[in-house]
């Protein structure tokens, strides 16, 4: 079992920066993928970013070039900054742990609000 504690979500204006923090904990090592994926409100849940455990990131196309995320393994942190935001990134946003056995574990999520 993975838990998944997510930090820094909040209300920001247009072309402002938030930077999201999640913490795991429990079954570390068991960890293949980490990622963020967000969900507003009449949409579906979809990746923003992902990192594997060799360190190779993914980025959706709506986000490249705006946001970075990174991971500290020995703090088993990833942060997701997020710079020039615009209101359609306003959204609920998810941690996400893929781990070795193929299981999926979620946090309980934070909200990104972006005013225009």
């Known amino acids: 079992q993975v838990q998944l504690v997510e930090s820094g979500g909040g209300l920001v204006q247009a072309g402002g920066c938030l930077r999201l923090?999640?913490?795991?904990?429990?079954?570390?090592?068991?960890?293949?993928?980490m990622g963020w994926y967000r969900q507003a409100p009449g949409k579906q849940r979809d990746l923003v970013a992902a990192?594997?455990?060799?360190?190779?990131?993914t980025y959706a196309d709506s986000v490249k070039g705006r946001f970075t995320m990174s991971r500290d393994n020995a703090k088993n942190t990833v942060v997701l900054q997020m710079n020039s935001l615009k209101p359609e990134d306003t959204a609920v946003y998810y941690c996400?742990?893929?781990?070795?056995?193929?299981?999926?574990?979620w946090g309980q999520g934070t909200q990104v609000t972006v005013s225009s």
């Open positions: 923090s999640c913490v795991a904990s429990g079954d570390i090592f068991s960890i293949n993928v």
């Open positions: 990192i594997r455990s060799g360190g190779s990131t």
């Open positions: 996400h742990v893929l781990d070795s056995g193929y299981r999926n574990y």
